[in-house]
């Protein structure tokens, strides 16, 4: 995958479709994001730039409830192409 403006909002799609909003912030973040998981909101390091908010969202992704169903079908061919979570 490139890392280029298009991608990373693929990436912020599925998030969208599976009800999560996506918030870029300032903030001494220890991994570049954290997660407001009663209120389905995450946020990452305004900072960051495109390379390093996709590398975010991509480790990030494969950890929450994404509703798999509610995803377009592009969002599905994106989402199984992510790396699964380790546990």
């Known amino acids: 995958m490139k890392f280029t403006q298009s991608s990373l909002d693929k990436l912020e799609d599925i998030l969208s479709e599976s009800e999560y909003i996506v918030r870029y912030e300032r903030g001494t973040f220890q991994s570049g994001w954290c997660l407001l998981e009663a209120r389905r909101i ?20 494969p950890q929450l ?23």
């Open 42 to 61: 995450v946020v990452l390091n305004k900072f960051l730039d495109t390379e390093g908010r996709m590398n975010t969202l991509m480790e990030l992704i």
């Open 65 to 87: 409830d994404i509703q798999f169903d509610k995803l377009t079908l592009e969002s599905q061919k994106l989402y199984s192409q992510l790396p699964v979570a380790s546990s």
